[in-house]
Nanobody, 118 residues
């Protein structure tokens, strides 16, 4: 059974940093594709970062490019999202996901809340 468990969310001020973690069990993080998504109240879920090709390739939404970094730790079998220069508009519930491809995510975590205050 695949389980993805996010942690690391919290409240920070504008310009601050957070690192989100996604611990995987029953799934190898370096296989296929993993990604980070977020959803703010009243808004649609947004794909913000993906990692594939065994961790050699990454992609980012324009809204986070240059500020967020997605990476994997194969020894820990975990996915991470380093978030720098946070803005109030980054406030959302953040989810990690895994799947056969970056357009077909089968497994989702429960989410971790990020709140950025001005």
């Amino acid at each position: 059974q695949v389980q993805l468990v996010e942690s690391g969310g919290g409240s920070v001020q504008t310009g601050g940093s957070l690192r989100l973690s996604c611990a995987a069990s029953g799934y190898t993080v370096s296989s296929n594709c993993m990604g980070w998504f977020r959803q703010a109240p009243g808004k649609e879920r947004e794909a913000i970062a993906g990692i594939y090709n065994g961790g050699d390739s990454t992609s980012y939404a324009d809204s986070v490019k240059g500020r967020f970094t997605i990476f994997e730790d194969n020894a820990e079998n975990a996915l991470y999202l380093q978030m720098n220069s946070l803005k109030p508009e980054d406030t959302a519930m953040y989810y990690c996901a895994a799947g056969r491809s970056c357009v077909d995510f089968n497994y989702w975590g429960q989410g971790t809340q990020v709140t950025v205050s001005s």
